[in-house]
């Protein structure tokens, strides 16, 4: 049996923490979610009034950020400086400035050596954007994953709800389309298919049957 790398990109809210989180539990692999990263940094940003266009103030903030994830009962929780951030990641506030905030390359910097150093040991599933292009660009398996707009808008305005958060459907969806564009066209590592990377749109397929698709895909790789 191999240890893989597996890496799972592509636009916003299209599954890919849910694929990548489901197939690390049926692997017994750690499930590494990359833009929690990023958007724990927005939130340490925004609470210390960190201006995007300050160097000094961002070298300065970079270095008293510390970011862990902890399972409790089975659910992922993201830590900033030993802080439960979960919830307060997943709002509207931070999802408005996360894609401004990735395009800074000290930021990049920043989260691709701890990627790096999470995934070195293998046994990975990590998902972002610039994963199977910049911060393992030689795993073992790379996903890209896609779905309509207005399907994917509609998935986050379900997952906020369920959480309580009161949102709009335009409003989620002109920031899904948003930070696509940004995540798109930035200098740095910009969001792209990796050449080896297989295309999966998960517009009309559900969750069963894409979990059930990557883990064929996956035990190939695993046991080949
Ligand atoms: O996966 P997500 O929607 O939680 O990611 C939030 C933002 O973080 C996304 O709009 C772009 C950025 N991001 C990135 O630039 N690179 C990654 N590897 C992961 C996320």
């Keep these: 049996m191999n240890q893989i790398i597996i890496a799972i990109d592509g636009y916003s809210s299209c599954g890919k923490s849910t694929i990548a989180k489901a197939l690390a539990q049926k692997l017994n692999y750690i499930f590494i979610d990359t833009g929690a990263m990023y958007r724990a940094t927005t939130l340490f940003f925004l609470d210390n009034k960190i201006n995007f266009d300050d160097d000094a103030a961002i070298h300065q903030a970079l270095g008293n950020i510390k970011i862990h994830f902890e399972n409790h009962n089975g659910k992922r929780i993201t830590f900033l ?58 795993a073992e398996l790379k996903l890209f994953i896609t779905a309509d707009p207005d399907i994917r808008a509609q998935r986050r305005v379900s997952e906020l709800k369920n959480k309580g958060q009161v949102v709009n459907f335009e409003e989620v969806k002109q920031n899904l389309l948003e930070r696509d564009h940004i995540d798109s066209s930035r200098a740095d590592s910009p969001l792209r298919q990796a050449t080896d990377a297989i295309l999966i749109d998960t517009t009309h397929t559900t969750q069963e049957e894409q979990l059930n698709m990557v883990l064929e895909l996956a035990l190939q790789k695993i046991k080949s």
């Excluded at 931070?94 to 701890?114: D, F, K, L, Y």
């Excluded at 999470?118 to 046994?123: F, I, N, T, W």
């Design 81 to 138: 400086n030993d802080q439960n951030v979960e919830d307060a990641i997943r709002t509207m506030r931070v999802s408005q400035s996360v894609s401004p905030v990735a395009t800074i390359s000290a930021v990049r910097r920043a989260m691709v050596a701890q990627q790096q150093a999470m995934g070195k040991a293998k046994s990975v599933v990590l998902d972002g954007r610039d994963i199977g292009t910049v911060v393992f660009p030689n």
